[in-house]
Nanobody, 126 residues
Framework: QVDVMESGGGLVQPGGSLRLSCAVSGLSLERYPVAWFRQAPGKDRQGVSCVSSHEALGTYRDSVRGRFTISRDNAKNTVELQLNNVETGDTAVYYC???????????????????WGPGTQVTVSS
């Protein structure tokens, strides 16, 4: 049984910050790529960021690069997503996903991921 749970979402003003956390049970996150996706109402799900099991550097979509930072905490078996300088366009449900099938390489395609959390809402509004 693999369980994925996001936390940290909420209401934040434009320019503010949030820190999302992805906690996983049933496997060690340090062995697998972990990604954050998001989906706004009426829009397609889009990949936000990914961190691989063997590389500290993260992958980011262009619209968040320089504002968001993904990190891995192996001791807590969590992956964090720091959202800085948020914009109204960042409003979405944010999902954490874990890739377990090989090849275990970081990517931002939703079809590659096996385990998903229920999501956490991020709302950016004045």
């Amino acid at each position: 049984q693999v369980d994925v749970m996001e936390s940290g979402g909420g209401l934040v003003q434009p320019g503010g910050s949030l820190r999302l956390s992805c906690a996983v049970s049933g496997l060690s996150l340090e062995r697998y790529p972990v990604a954050w996706f998001r989906q706004a109402p009426g829009k397609d799900r889009q990949g936000v960021s990914c961190v691989s099991s063997h590389e500290a550097l993260g992958t980011y979509r262009d619209s968040v690069r320089g504002r968001f930072t993904i990190s891995r905490d192996n001791a807590k078996n969590t992956v964090e997503l720091q959202l800085n300088n948020v914009e109204t366009g960042d409003t979405a449900v944010y999902y954490c996903a874990v890739l377990s099938a090989t090849p275990r390489q970081c990517m931002l395609s939703e079809y590659a991921y096996d385990y998903w959390g229920p999501g956490t809402q991020v709302t950016v509004s004045s």
